[in-house]
């Protein structure tokens, strides 16, 4: 018995060791290293610093060492570049004093993640990957625009703005902290939330977590504050409702939830007031309400005490929190038809069906509509060439869900189109749909999946999301619930919800749009439209399904799906803390060169296959020749229709994306890891053998033709547009991607053929994988036998344009019938492998980031709504782009805003603090962007195209971080010069509709 007292003693006694060692979580953390550390602020808590101090110690102490086959490389710098086994600088705080309201009433841990629960009704969900040294929060909070009464309109939008905009000179403002300390704050208003997400470095991301949870109670809002944010909601408004999408889906919103589809959507007849701002406040931002994730290198108690002290005080829920509007039952059928000024009609229609419980089967239901080229509508739409864009959605609200439908539509094929889209919509509601469309859908969205949790910030809005609507562990069980969805499911819900009866529609056509009738009124009314679909498609006057309607749709060949490489082991079934290895060289002697970076945390592979020249070497005759040439090479082999090849891939869970960049050209392939052989054959072998079959070719052509239309409805690319024709003039460089109406309209088979001989054929691709894969067991298998080249066909060099250098500035304006003016600022920047170049996205931040100079400039004149920064980078001149949007009667001054406090960035001396902030967040940006395999993959050619080590990309936060600021004044004072910019800009004439026509 003794005996049996001394285990137990002993076996308590090793538990309160393992405790004080490891930390109150009972997990032993793995070694992280981290971006090199900003220096500190002297704001900072003393108390929390030197707790983790202290704990570091300990945990260093314990740590096992590293695996030699495993060590890392360190720059003399200091850097730790490639990292194959992580470090950390986070551990568990000593305790400390919280409010009463932040006493945890539940908590949990499973895995990697920890929720608690506060007395005042916040929920914490922390979920630690120490992978990278990131980390991300988002703070979402139940009170998005259905949460507004009919006399507050836009009052959440308005609150929004005023937590991420700060006219506080104050250097303790939690907003100036949080940019002082290199934080990229991002907000999202949509119906149902508000939500604000933070990214930042791990070693400062305490100090970042506290501001922002300060700034969230950073109230009450003082007058002229909303004033000023109230103007900014409208004119952001306006801007949105210039994409004729987005106007067509608000539209149908409005019909869906609001008591008076027919109302104006743009109310600018009053300013939301101090009282209403301050009153929805009050009322939706408290506890209960209140939903904070937070992702990446980060100790889950550390994340918990900084929450407890800084969010305890907020209120605990005092109401119910519903909206004050309520949807109206038994809605007859709406039809709202509107024209402007634009170049391509858009159909846009609705249908209120139930909430979330049946997410993932309106989920795996938009997916077969509309993922991918073997998708129902771009098949039924798209392919005949009735359509240039195809849409569906599934939207969750409080009032209610609902599904869209959307196409962007020819004028002259509305009939047609309108004939397709419903007769499909009718269909979904009769036929049983095919093992082999299921499959294609639920793959896709696995891959899509999985994609997701590479971006840190997406994961945390996307946890926060799942747990608002009932627990963060259905994000986890995600895949699960996807694969279990049936084809009987599918048609059950379309037959009870999208009866033609219950449809909302809404028709955006340009004013020069004919009548469906020759010599008929073109405007429809509700009951006309009504009688016009029921001629159209006769079976939709039939409302009830009966069994004997019901039909099986014909089968379709199904691929068979690869075993996973090994067991998952981690929530959502990816693995995490897993290091990538360093990208390596497996290029064959006489094959393609090919390089592949091992990354085993997700079931994901991302291959690219890329060619120099193609846009580069266009002329004028032949602009968009490239373009058309890739998309008419997926249209299928001599032993394959591209229909079977799209059906095949997607099967797969594999999509095929076209890359058309100035300088290379290719396709990037994403595909889930257990299906990457077949579908690399699958693809190298369309590559090597496209037939370009005549009819298929006038196809795509005229989809393209199409495309291109529709880029015209789009002020911000027409003003892009402008500006690459000033800046670029008299080379390739100046032509829109998708080509010229002109060129592409006079393209025979025969020039395609040509242009595929001539690029393709004469040279090997560059070949770049990254993700879960074993070395070069990919390559030896498929690639260097995949592509096969005589030495004699071979380009030796490509011979490209050279672009000449622009002294002087140039400008030119266009007038479009837009609620707003768009402008594009333009300088050409250095080459392709001009070091310079890493210290544009630090002068991105400094420009537009959370405090950037001419950002705060421009809003504190309440001049721009919509203002950032973007670099475009090519082998010859890069080029760095400022976009800028305005009311109509505030454009000259916005621009000349924009200019003046350019020349103060020149000349004016940059302070240590700001070149501090913008290095550190343009590093943070730039590792989260590198961590999606397809950027990273693209990226790798970029460097690769340009003459630079492909080592580079994996150690770019450590050049990033190498910037001065004597290198910041430099590349401003070369490349930034106002009298060497380009212009273009789109004049809005301010007469779009703001209601529906009577």
Not at 233 to 246: E, G, H
Not at 528 to 544: A, C, G, W
Not at 659 to 672: A, K, S, T
Not at 895 to 904: F, G, H, I, N, Y
């Amino acid at each position: 018995m003794q005996s049996v007292k001394n285990i137990a003693f002993s076996l308590v006694l090793l538990l309160l060791i393992t405790s004080s060692l490891y930390g109150q979580s009972g997990r032993k953390r793995p070694d992280q290293t981290t971006l090199p550390p900003q220096p500190s602020n002297n704001s900072t808590n003393n108390s929390t610093n030197n707790s983790t101090n202290n704990s570091n110690n300990s945990n260093n102490s314990t740590a096992k060492p590293p695996d030699k086959k495993n060590e890392t490389t360190t720059s003399p710098s200091g850097i730790t570049t490639n990292p194959t086994k992580p470090t950390t600088t986070n551990t568990t705080p000593t305790k400390v004093l919280v409010p009463k309201g932040a006493a945890i009433t539940a908590q949990e841990i499973v895995g990697v993640t920890s929720r608690f629960v506060f007395k005042n009704g916040i929920t914490v969900i922390v979920r630690e990957d120490h992978s990278i040294p990131l980390v991300a929060s988002t703070i979402m909070v139940k009170a998005g625009t259905s949460y507004e009464s009919e006399d507050q309109l836009g009052v959440s939008r308005v609150i929004e703005k005023l937590l991420i905009e700060s006219a506080s000179p104050l250097e303790e403002d939690p907003l100036r902290q949080i940019r002082k300390f290199g934080g990229i704050l991002t907000s999202n208003t949509d119906f149902e939330t508000t939500s604000y997400s933070l990214l930042g470095q791990s070693t400062s991301f305490n100090k970042l977590l506290e501001m922002q949870f300060r700034n969230l109670q950073r109230q009450p809002f003082s007058a002229e504050d909303v004033t000023r944010a109230a103007k900014y909601v409208i004119q952001s408004n306006r801007y949105k409702l210039d994409d004729p999408f987005s106007y067509g889906q608000q539209r149908v919103l409005q019909a869906a939830f609001d008591n008076n589809p027919n109302a104006s959507i743009l109310d600018e007849s009053k300013l939301v007031t101090k009282e209403q701002a301050q009153s929805f406040y009050d009322r939706y931002y408290c506890g209960g309400s209140i939903i904070v994730v937070v992702v990446g290198d980060v100790n889950s108690d550390t994340v918990r005490l900084v929450a407890q002290q800084f969010l305890g005080a907020i209120k605990e829920s005092v109401s119910a929190n519903k909206p004050t509007n309520k949807a109206s039952e038994g809605m007859p059928i709406r039809y709202l038809a509107e024209r402007a000024d634009i170049n391509q009609t858009v159909v846009s229609v609705g249908y209120r069906v139930a909430n979330i419980k049946d997410a993932a089967v309106f989920e795996v239901l938009s997916a077969i509509l509309t993922q991918g080229r073997g998708a129902l509508l771009p098949q039924a739409l798209i392919e005949p060439s009735f359509a240039s864009r195809v849409a569906t959605q599934y939207i969750a609200t409080s009032k209610g869900a609902l599904f869209s439908f959307q196409m962007q539509v020819v004028p002259e094929r509305l009939v047609k189109a309108e004939d397709a889209l419903f007769e499909q919509i009718e269909a979904l509601r009769r036929v049983i749909l095919s093992p082999g469309d299921l499959q294609r859908a639920k793959s896709l969205l696995e891959k899509d999946y999985y994609d997701g949790t590479l971006n840190l910030t997406k994961l945390s809005l996307q946890l926060a999301s799942w747990e608002l609507r009932g627990s963060y562990k259905n994000f986890d069980t995600y895949v699960k619930r996807i694969k279990a969805v049936t084809a009987e499911q599918v048609q059950q819900l379309a037959s009870q919800y999208f009866n033609f009866t219950a449809a909302l529609v809404h028709e955006y056509e340009p004013r020069s749009a004919p009548a469906r009738t020759p010599g008929s009124d073109p405007i429809y009314t509700a009951d006309r439209f009504d009688s016009y679909i029921k001629v159209l498609v006769p079976n939709v006057n039939k409302e009830t399904i009966t069994k004997e309607d019901i039909i099986y749709a014909p089968e379709k060949f199904v691929v068979k799906q690869g075993k996973d490489r090994f067991e998952q082991v981690t929530e959502g079934g990816f693995i995490l803390e897993i290091q990538p290895q360093p990208v390596k060289d497996f290029s064959t002697l006489r094959g393609p060169r090919a390089f592949v970076r091992e990354d085993p945390s997700r079931p994901l592979l991302s291959i690219g296959f890329y060619f120099q020249g193609g846009r580069v070497l266009e002329k004028d005759n032949n602009l968009g020749i490239t373009e058309l040439m890739l998309r008419a090479i997926l249209r299928g082999t001599q032993r394959q229709a591209g229909a079977d090849i799209a059906l095949a891939l997607e099967q797969l869970g594999a999509e095929l994306t076209i890359i058309n960049e100035p300088d290379f050209f290719g396709y990037n392939l994403e595909v889930l890891s257990r299906n990457a052989e077949p579908a690399m054959k699958l693809v190298i072998t369309t590559i090597e053998n496209a037939l370009f079959d005549k009819d298929e070719f006038a196809r795509e052509k005229a989809g393209l033709l199409a495309a291109i239309q529709a880029t015209r409805d789009d002020g911000l690319n027409s003003a892009l547009d402008i500006t690459n024709d000033l800046l670029y003039s008299g080379h390739p460089y100046a032509a829109n991607q998708l080509g010229a109406e002109k060129t592409v309209a006079q393209f025979s088979e025969t020039d395609i053929v040509e242009w595929y001989q001539k690029t393709v054929k004469r040279q090997l691709p560059l070949v770049v994988i990254v993700g879960d894969t074993e070395g070069s067991a990919l390559v030896g298998r498929l690639i260097a036998d995949g592509f096969i080249r005589q030495e004699q066909q071979l380009d030796k060099a490509i011979a490209v344009p050279v672009l000449s250098f622009r002294s002087s500035a140039s400008e030119k304006f266009e007038n479009r019938e837009k609620r707003q003016t768009t402008q594009v600022l333009s300088f050409t920047g250095p080459d392709g492998k001009n070091v310079d170049n890493y210290a544009l996205p630090i002068i991105r931040q400094l420009i537009d980031g959370a405090a950037g100079r001419i950002l705060n400039a421009l809003q504190q004149q309440q001049l721009s709504f919509e203002f950032s920064t973007d670099t475009k980078t090519r082998q010859q001149r890069s080029n760095f782009l400022i976009y800028l949007n305005s009311a109509p009667e505030q454009e000259q001054k916005a621009r000349t805003v924009v200019e003046e406090e350019l020349k103060k960035l020149i000349s004016n001396p940059l302070t240590d603090i700001e070149v501090l902030g913008a290095r550190s967040s343009a590093a943070a940006e730039k590792v989260q962007y590198l961590r999606d395999h397809a950027n990273r993959s693209l990226t790798y050619a970029q460097y690769a195209f340009f003459g630079m080590p492909f080592m580079d990309v994996d150690n770019v936060a450590e050049k990033i971080l190498a910037i001065s600021k004597d290198d910041v004044k430099r590349v401003l004072q070369t490349y930034f010069a106002p009298e060497k910019r380009a212009l273009g800009v789109i004049r809005a004439n301010n007469s779009a509709p703001t209601q529906p026509a009577k």
